[in-house]
Structure formats: structure tokens, C-alpha cells
């Protein structure tokens, strides 16, 4: 049975992913879960409401919250990793900032998500050294986000460490084309995957036989883009989500060779996106009063009640791919899932150091990624952009470099000039400063 720590337990997310672990506790036993987080008062509310679901559910699972790293770190396996640096407040400035300029306000895509990625490297470098320290031979299973960015930095400053970076935006689409196909699950599925994080491609999908099912999936997405009309995915189906899963319908007309990630809206249509943006109420405004009060505020009567008879907290199901990764890792199951890893030549044309998104073989050794092969020239050519701001974003923080940050922001392709992106670069500087290197 393993120990296992959830780095940011303070989150929303926390609640739906606690319950999902222990809905999967035969495929994955846990002894012990912590939270650590560096919020008390956060963590203390969910913390509470947690306990009261682990002593229902499965009591012999011994909880424990704490701001300590020590405490939290020590005798740990796996640490869960889902921090979010600056919290709701900053999502919403990364958002409204370059909006105010016509530029595209999103939480990890365009100059939010550089600002995103400058405050959080600091803060995942730290929970890896933590590991390291007190349970160094545990694994870090890292969906913090820009998760780009943040794999960049690991790769970059601490190549050896055991993390596996993981995003859960394909696994979202999996569920969703599973649906159009009319499939019990995503696992029947096996595909094809290349790209960046939230900047990829499926080039093939097919079913267990070998059979070809990207016919059918285009035909679907030609007319709808993932639009399902049953809703299947509890987490995402607000208006602005729905949005983004409509227009991958556009997205798929650009090269109906592949499948689209649906975030490569912002970056082949960033007008579109600055046009259906309120620069007043953004996402993170959504998100505050949406499922952050709706979360604290169960997590409240749970706690108070110590029953959570009637509470409305749901299983995160789709997180249930970070047991899959633990479980590839403690059990050698050699899954193959899609991960965030150095591209060492899978994508043959692709810069060796970048770090790619692509199919790989998990076993108790970590990843073994599979071979692409050549891609085409289109997503190339956006790739090799998209990839050089991202490298930018990790040198600028390494070497405080104010000029690599504003040629970050002037290469990514939401951004229409230099003199735009110095202008969102100083507002991102002011409203960082207690949370990015000086520069
Ligand atoms: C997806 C992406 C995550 C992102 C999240 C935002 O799950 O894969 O990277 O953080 O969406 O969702 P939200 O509901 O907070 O806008």
C-alpha cells in the first residue's frame, strides 16, 4: 500500500480527486494520504471536509493535512502535484491584462500563460526539491499548470528528477470522442498523439481490432467539432467550454489530416477568441463564483455536519488517468498514455530538447516514449514558434532577462506585435512583482 501527497490541498479540485482515489483505492491502495498546501486556511476547510469522506469511505486511510514541508514530505511515495501559484485572483489579472490590449486573456495560452508560467516554476522547482529531500525515492505526478512551461523548466534545471508531467485537457477529448463513437470508454481507444501541451495533433485512432476510426470521428467533428449532445463530463460543460469544444469544428477545417487539441483556438484564432471574450468577467471570475464557492461552500457543511449525507462534491471520474500513472509506475503496468516528455527524436523534425506531448509506455522506470516520425509541415512551422516562447519564458526566469521575456510574448502567435507585447509585459511585470524574479 502506498503514501501518497497531494501537493495543493487547498485546490477545488482536491475534494473530486480525494473521492476519485478512493473510488479506485482496488487498483491503487493507499495507507496514507497528506495535503500539503501553503494556504492554512484553505487547506484547513478542505482538509476538514476530507477527513469526514476518508473516515465514510475508507477509514483505515490515515489523513493528515499541513503547511509543514517536512512533516508533509517525509515517507511519501507519490506526491500529486496541482498548485496553483497566485490563486484565482492573478488567473484573473493573466486574463484580463492582455485583454485590455485585444489580446487573447487565458489562464495557460498567449501572455497569461507566460505570466502563469513565471509565477509557478519558482513554486514546482521548490515542491521537487522538497521530494527530493525527504522521500527521495518517491515519483511526482506534476498536472500543475502552464504545464509547458513548467515541464520546460524541469527539464531544464532538474533533468534528473523523477517527475512525470501530465495534462488532462486529451484525456477530456478521449472521453468525448468515445461518446461520438458511441464506446463504453476512452480505453478502447488507441491513438496517436503529437504536439505541445495544449498544442497537439491526433494523426491516428483506432479501436481494438485495428480498426480505423477516424472517419467516423471527423465526419462528426466536420459538423459539431466535440460538441456531444449528451453531457458526459460534469467538470466542463459551462458555456465557454462548450464554445471551445464547437469551434474545434474550425480548427479541424484548417488540416482535416488530424484531430485538433482544442486550445490551438487561441492560436489560430485569436480574433475570434478577443471578440467572444468579456474583458470584464473573464473565466477566473467564472470560476470564483462558480465552483469556488460551490466547493468551500460544501466542503463548510460537510465539515460542520462531519457527514457528507446530501453534499453535492462529484468524482472527478476523468481524473482517474493519475491512477493509471501511479498505477503504471507501482505496477509496472507498461499503459500507454500520453505524456509531457523530452522529445529526444520521436518527432524526427522536431527540436530534440523540446519538450512533447506524445504516446508513451509507462513502466516502474518512468516513460518510454514512442516514435512519431515526421510531421507535417504546418504544425511544424507552429510548433517550432510555439516551443521557442516557451524555452524563452524558462531562460528569462533563469536569467532574469527582461528582453527574453518580451520576445517570448512578441513570438507567441496571439500576440500581434512587439510594441503590443511590451506594453502587456510591463502591466504583467507590476502586477507580478511579488511573485516573479526581478527582471
Ligand atoms: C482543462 C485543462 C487544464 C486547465 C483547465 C481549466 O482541464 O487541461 O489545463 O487548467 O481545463 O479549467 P477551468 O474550469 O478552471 O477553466
Not at 478542505?46 to 512533516?71: H, M, N
Not at 485590455?100 to 498567449?110: A, F, L, P, S, W
Not at 527574453?404 to 506594453?423: D, E, F, G, M
Request: glycine share 6%; proline share 5%; hydrophobic share 40%.
Amino acid at each position: 500500500k502506498y503514501s501518497v501527497l497531494v501537493a495543493g490541498g487547498g485546490s477545488t479540485f482536491t475534494p473530486g480527486i480525494v473521492l476519485m482515489l478512493l473510488d479506485n483505492l482496488d487498483k491503487f491502495p493507499i495507507k496514507e494520504l497528506k495535503f500539503y498546501d501553503n494556504d492554512a486556511a484553505r487547506q484547513e476547510t478542505i482538509g476538514k471536509a476530507c477527513a469526514v469522506l476518508i473516515k465514510e469511505r475508507a477509514p483505515e486511510v490515515v489523513f493528515s493535512y499541513t503547511t509543514d514541508p517536512r512533516e508533509a514530505f517525509s515517507g511519501v511515495d507519490f506526491v500529486m502535484a496541482h498548485i496553483r501559484v497566485g490563486k484565482y485572483p492573478m488567473r484573473e489579472l493573466d486574463e484580463k491584462i492582455p485583454l485590455k490590449y485585444g489580446v487573447v486573456g487565458q489562464e495557460t495560452c498567449g501572455p497569461g500563460g507566460i505570466a502563469y508560467g513565471m509565477r509557478s516554476i519558482g513554486g514546482v522547482l521548490e515542491l521537487v526539491d522538497y521530494m527530493e529531500k525527504y522521500s527521495p525515492n518517491a515519483w511526482m505526478l506534476n498536472y500543475s499548470n502552464p504545464a509547458a512551461i513548467v515541464a520546460e523548466a524541469t527539464r531544464s534545471m532538474r533533468p534528473n528528477s523523477k517527475i512525470l508531467n501530465i495534462c488532462d485537457m486529451p484525456v477530456g477529448i478521449e472521453v468525448r470522442m468515445a461518446e461520438i463513437l458511441g464506446l463504453e470508454s476512452r480505453k478502447e481507444m488507441t491513438v496517436k498523439y503529437y504536439g505541445l501541451n495544449h498544442f497537439g495533433w491526433y494523426s491516428d485512432i483506432r479501436d481494438q481490432a485495428g480498426n480505423d476510426l477516424m472517419p467516423k470521428l471527423k465526419e462528426h467533428v466536420a459538423k459539431y467539432g466535440y460538441v456531444v449532445h449528451k453531457d458526459i463530463d460534469s467538470q466542463h460543460v459551462e458555456p465557454s467550454w462548450n464554445d471551445t469544444f464547437a469551434k474545434a469544428k474550425d480548427v479541424f477545417a484548417l488540416d482535416t489530416n488530424t484531430l485538433p487539441n482544442t486550445y490551438l483556438k487561441y492560436y489560430l484564432f485569436p480574433d475570434y477568441v478577443v471578440e467572444h471574450s468579456d474583458k470584464e468577467y473573464t473565466r477566473a471570475n467564472e470560476v470564483m463564483d462558480g465552483r469556488e464557492k460551490h466547493v468551500f461552500g460544501e466542503c463548510r457543511k460537510i465539515a460542520e455536519k462531519g457527514s457528507s449525507a446530501g453534499a453535492s462534491l462529484h468524482i472527478d471520474e476523468h481524473a482517474s488517468y493519475i491512477v493509471d500513472l501511479a498505477r503504471a509506475i507501482a505496477y509496472n503496468t507498461k499503459e500507454r498514455m500520453l505524456l509531457i516528455v523530452p522529445n529526444q527524436g520521436s518527432v524526427s523534425n522536431f527540436d530534440p530538447t523540446a519538450m512533447v506531448e506524445i504516446p508513451c509506455l509507462v513502466g516502474n522506470t518512468g516513460p518510454e516514449p514512442m516514435q512519431i516520425g515526421k510531421i507535417p509541415q504546418f504544425q511544424l512551422g507552429l510548433m517550432n514558434q510555439q516551443v521557442a516562447v516557451e524555452k524563452l519564458v524558462v531562460e528569462a526566469w533563469m536569467e532574469k532577462s527582461y528582453t527574453k521575456l518580451w520576445q517570448a510574448i512578441t513570438l507567441s502567435k496571439t500576440v500581434p506585435s512587439a510594441s503590443v507585447a511590451k506594453a502587456i509585459l510591463d502591466d504583467l511585470i507590476a502586477a507580478n512583482k511579488d511573485y516573479w524574479p526581478e527582471l
